[in-house]
């Protein structure tokens, strides 16, 4: 078994110890050496925080893998087999502000969708590409899996505008089949289901137990809809009646696209003067206590408290993603990769979201087994054209570009409120948009 | 020259006196030896007026076309050439509510966009397939010449379910295309106007004036763009910076998918109490006024009244494409047909509005000199999506496929609006949607 | 462990203790409750001495597999739920025919390509059909698993003219995989080969080990090409400049297609009156040799003459797909399944042969890394427009259709050729295609 | 009207009469200030002779149009307004061996078909790219018309290597309309014809008249099919139970695909010692008559001997096109132009010939009433992947492109057919073909 070196940009990440962890429960099929978790200096508290619980961690399984804090990205970087990305330009106060500034035109205010989504994207995919450029030169056989959000943008960028080998991942797949299997009473594994469409767009088109399509019984049999949602997503109930009509799951970031008023308005009550806050805001909380846990040296394990982070799985999407890489596994799983075809109405050189074959070769998408019904492509390709034009506007700072990718978006209403919204989050970004200062 | 019947359903509108108009002018080229006018009993009073008005206006030039009002369709469509659609299923009642419903939900209320248009289509497409029907039984070589809106979803209807030979209509195409010719200070015929999208969300791609191309000037040069907009659509003026980002021309009703949130305000101070009321209640004053002109035995000729109506270059779109069929023309006429590849991301068998060259064997559309660009695309593609869905809704008066319909119309904001809206809609047109009573 | 029943359609084959072979190698995976061997009424002495060595090989291993023979073919399918198909209508003297009645118009004579497929084809279709109807009515579930050739053509019937859940399947592309094994001295597992194009025209687009593209140095790192030949069709010698060109590998049976004339004169001299006989009349010899040593009680296992056969790789192809279905094993098979976009410039509802992951719903294709170069898909359109001609006219019996289908197979010079072609072979096959005498 | 000035590339050809009689008949639509005839050096003699002709025959009419011979190519392309291109590089000697040296190895030896039709475009891609990059600096407005064979890739070339505003041209499809409206016994302009393939490979594929489609009709009422041939090809006839499978009609030049073997001995005879010659040697003898006649100072008219040589209607189609891109006429025309989308198999960037609407902003295709038959678009795409692997040789010089596109033409049997071929045609191009020999 090779010997592997893994990069972590990010490593100060709350969700770390959970990514260890899931190296630790397949430290059979995965020989880990090194791993490096970089960060930037203002996180430099944290990353020592988690590094060290890395460290025990480890050590309580008796591993040999060492744990590394860097602060130089190419010397993190050096050598590396597999670079994981989990990093958030701005932090948690720049995600607070996405959350809050559309809100009071009425717009949703999201971290991936909407003008907070936008926002994010505008961020990160400069340094995404600057990091892409440092893996050219000094790692360029690794394999970049990416968690930064917005996942399917930050992807589409890597794919467009590099030569590294990346695999863009999102927990909502993975999450949406154990919930179906929860209800069917079945194992996972058990079942396949066919995924398409767009990161925190995406469809679970049909689902098969034993060679048989069940997705209209599964659709009577959820006593509630509930269980489909996730940890930072308002679960408001779907309406069995559309979901009949669709004869298909949605992904529960659909929320946002097919309930948009009731979404906003929770999202403005919860923002309100005695509301919980914004999601960012709650997190914060979270984290402060969760590296209080992390610092007590007597902790050696991933902390349960980690669990309200809202990162189900995300170890075992990362991790095992990785191992069927590195063992030729041949193993299918949910990943954004180029469509190349598979939604026919979208551009070929886009990302979308789709089962795939991992082996050493990368990432190879399965064809659907008919195609995705028309009413969803509509949406689906919508917001693609947003993608696109968004991640043009964050590699050339073009505020043309920028208007006319909000323009786009389903959930801004006018030209108008974009223009309006434009102007605002890119003086509130100023500092972390240089593209569209100079 | 083959003398020609023409049978016009709907035949006590308002604007037949347009359409006789653009017959008389068009004198020379066209031999109409019988122009029959068939209505529903129900609009007895209003064809019997205008029939007589046109025999005036036919005396009035000396010609010999004979002008018959007819209440039996087979009858009045036996042997006919051209067979001109301008009904109103529910008449200016049912559009007053059309456009009333929506708004108490902030949801926009109009004539051919969002729920007002699609009640409308449910109202007229099974009206239009049962004259279909009528046209293959007893004249299966006329020509339909289809006016009535929803034009698109109607032209759709007419080509997946039925034999005739149809060709969709609007007067968007030759308004924006004489705004233009006005500004460069040009003849219309000098310029070369590439159209591309639906009905009522057709882009002015490119501009061309003697062989370059123009757009970006056009742009600059407009002074303003309410020149741009038409009788019954108010006339917010386009951002300068959304043209130039885009590079091309929206239609006049792109208004109300780009600054939806500014059209949803002025149709509900319209529709307030103290407000100048509905387009269709304003039209419906207008009619009573134009009635009663048309009465008036004196007059022989189109009142001038008649343009405030809004229908303008109604009779030259018409008019001149009959002519360009018979006439075996070989002329540039922008219609609704279908698809067949023109937008790659669209089914092949939907209907799209474009420049199409006109002969005796019907409408062939012209390819576009590059690509529509991706960020039109998307929205094209989920209003197509909402409109397939509308058009197999109002077939099979399926409530599943009427729901689908709204959630994918981007006017509306949820499900659980689009639910109610379906259900206000069904309740409010009753008499007219049998497909859903039965 | 579900027990299963498999139905073999042409029982008597010589292949059949090959098929048995590959069961008893799964036994531990595959619980195979009944075998029934059918086969027609002629086929009788052969399909009893089969079915007795088949118990034989059975009885030694001490498995209770039942081996039954049938004559009925709708009881012999009743309840199974697989059912492999190696059935060949007229026998090895159709085949003989097939073979060299078009040599004396100087075009090849051949079982699968040029009008010996042809004809072929219109023989088999019809009685494949017809199992199918049986196949829909007494055991609907069952997944047919075809290796009758034409493979393509007669897969490509099952799926557009019946609703038999159908795979078909091949052995060269197992067999160039072990070949390129072999050469780089790996085992078989370790390579991924990107297989693309049509049955008997399917190309080795990509080989990869490790990860790596190694396609162009196995090109170099073969000494010689005729490894990547078959028992039955002659070896001639790959031009290795042609190869680098193209920077793939064709299959054999490409050089029916890129050395035609040399390939006909090959076949012109076996056929003369000193050569050695066409194929079909060899493999009669094997086969009567085969039919004597399969008669002697003494043999309880596959007797290795068997190999000479031609069908290396046979069992292991169509026993490991079973395996792959009933274990739902996500498993990647190179088989015959619809386009549905694989190569774009084909129609959707073709069959091509490419990679596909097998589990408990069938198989689904998986894209190809990069498109398949222009050049190697111009042939492929052209052969695949004769195949779905053919199967056309092997449905219908339209003689225009036929005409049609053989001038546009690239290995038939002329019109007026084909039109000889085409009599001459209705007229020798005339008891096997009542579907064109009628 | 604006005067133009018209530099034809080749200005010494036999065919300039012609040409110059197309201008003499459009006098009253376009105002040519000036014809400059540029011609190589070698040429010095024949377009002295020409040019002289052409004085006198405008002289004849009155005109004011000015002759100019010139040898210096940027000088002659100054301020040009349209450049004709019909030049023959290597002359008709250089066609001669086209002709000849296939026919050893069986293959057929054709002007633009076949190893000799590759030979050309080998020799003629590199001048015409030549010619574009002098438009591009010194008349970057002008409109190239291209008649230089193989017309389909010279246009190729030049729509994918220069930004030069090109329309290639064949008389072919001009030919193909009159024999229709003459067995017709209609005006040509009576006839819609949908014409769509390639150049030298295009289908009549519907013919209507009045609006109703009378291709099957015509396919009976032909006697015989000769008049579809050309006087450059041998006329054998068309088989009518082929046509009436079709349902189409090929063009003359589809004889060397369809019939190749008969069309191949037909060459093999006239290339015998005993035979009439190839067609090069009998153009040859003609246009030495011709050019005495040309001389002949009382001559002031085209001399109906041009009639002989082969280019009927090759006037009619260069002038009227010139004719309705001046006067922006939006006029039908059948022209070579970039497919996107017409033929969806085909990559958008290859050139295919089809109808197209002439204006002042070039050519653009008009979409097809229904999608041409498979069967009929294989062979195009085997055809065009060819072509693009010709254009690709012949502009990189790369023998290993060169081998590939001459295994992917449909007239050579083998790979070893084609080494041999292409080490023939080097060999006795070496002069013309320095791309292949640095």
Not at 382 to 403: P, R
């Amino acid at each position: 078994m090779k010997e592997l070196k893994v990069t972590v940009i990010g490593g100060g990440s709350s969700y770390t110890p959970e990514l260890i962890n899931g190296f630790l429960k397949r430290k059979d099929e995965l020989l880990v050496k090194e791993i490096v978790l970089f960060d930037v200096e203002m996180g430099r508290e944290k990353v020592e925080i988690v590094s060290k619980l890395a460290e025990r961690m480890i050590k309580k399984v008796g591993l040999k893998t060492k744990i590394r804090v860097s602060f130089d990205r190419r010397e993190a970087l050096e050598g590396a087999d597999f670079v994981v990305t989990q990093f958030r330009v701005g932090g948690l106060d720049a995600r607070a502000r996405d959350e809050r500034f559309p809100l009071k035109y009425n717009v949703l205010g999201q971290e991936t969708c909407g003008p907070g989504g936008f926002a994010k994207a505008l961020r990160t995919i400069p340094v995404i590409l600057g990091i892409c450029k440092d893996i050219e030169e000094v790692c360029p056989d690794a394999w970049l899996i990416n968690f930064t959000n917005p996942s399917g943008m930050v992807t589409e960028a890597v794919k467009r505008y590099s030569n590294v080998k990346c695999i863009g991942l999102c927990n909502v797949p993975i999450h949406m089949k154990m919930t179906f299997a929860e209800v069917l009473g079945v194992k996972p594994e058990e079942l396949f289901v066919e995924y398409i469409g767009l990161n925190h767009l995406v469809w679970a088109k049909s689902i098969y137990l034993y060679g048989k399509d069940v997705t209209k019984d599964l659709i009577e049999q959820m006593t509630d809809f509930e269980s489909l949602s996730m940890k930072n997503i308002p679960a408001i109930d779907w309406d069995r009646d559309y979901l009949r009509a669709v004869g298909m799951f949605p992904s529960p970031y659909h929320r946002y696209y097919l309930m948009t008023q009731e979404m906003v308005k929770e999202e403005q009550e919860a923002a309100s003067e005695n509301g919980k806050g914004t999601r960012a805001e709650v997190v914060k909380e979270i984290e402060k206590k969760l590296f209080e846990i992390y610092k007590d040296e007597s902790i050696d394990t991933k902390p349960k408290e980690l669990d309200k982070r809202g990162g189900a799985y995300y170890s075992d999407a990362a991790v095992s993603l990785i191992s069927a890489i590195s063992n030729n596994k041949k193993e299918m799983h949910t990943v954004n990769v180029l469509n190349n075809g598979m939604l026919k109405a979208l551009p070929d050189n886009c990302i979308i979201e789709t089962n795939a074959i991992i082996d050493n070769t990368g990432a190879t998408p399965i064809l659907l087994k008919s195609p995705l019904a028309e009413e969803a492509v509509g949406l689906i390709h919508l917001v693609k054209s947003y993608e696109m034009l968004a991640v043009d506007a964050a590699v050339t700072g073009d505020k043309q570009k920028a208007l006319k990718a909000l323009v786009n978006n389903p959930l801004i209403p006018s030209i108008n409120v974009a223009k309006q919204l434009l102007d605002e989050l890119l003086t509130i970004n100023k500092e972390y948009l240089p593209q569209f200062f100079n």
